[in-house]
């Protein structure tokens, strides 16, 4: 794979409200971003402990990056664009189009990665 191609993947961020969020009980976040990481086709994949705490604006005004879309797996996506709204914006970025907001709680690992690789080929296959 070229470095291009390569550069085209989406991100992948997994937030796991604090780690303690009861959504995410059933899933070894562990083993979920390891295998998105290393096994889809993603340019990284990394947790974030809390996007939507004063640090996840921070975060979110360094790392994005227009050009790049970002796939959050996450809460419910009305909240991640209500929350994300004004950081992609602020990069000069569509959030309809740059983000891909995914509910991943209450899912097991493997519940969780194959709703994430299900979207990801569907991002695949329409570009």
């Not at 947790?47 to 790392?63: K, N, S, V, W, Y």
């Not at 879309?69 to 914006?89: E, L, S, T, Y």
């Amino acid at each position: 794979m070229t470095e291009m191609e390569e550069r085209n993947k989406p991100g992948f961020i997994m937030c796991v409200c604090t780690g303690k969020c009861p959504g995410f009980a059933r899933m070894d976040i562990w083993d979920f971003i390891n295998r998105v990481r290393v096994e889809l086709p993603v340019q990284y994949g990394f947790i974030h402990p809390q996007l939507c705490e004063t640090d996840g604006d921070r975060f979110l005004a360094d790392f994005l990056q227009p050009g790049r879309k970002i796939v959050v797996g996450a809460c419910a996506p009305n909240m991640q664009h209500k929350m994300f709204r004004d950081a992609f914006k602020n990069a000069g970025m569509d959030i309809e189009k740059d983000l891909v907001p995914l509910d991943i709680r209450d899912m097991t690992t493997d519940e969780a990665f194959d709703k994430v690789e299900g979207v990801l080929s569907g991002m695949e296959e329409r570009e």
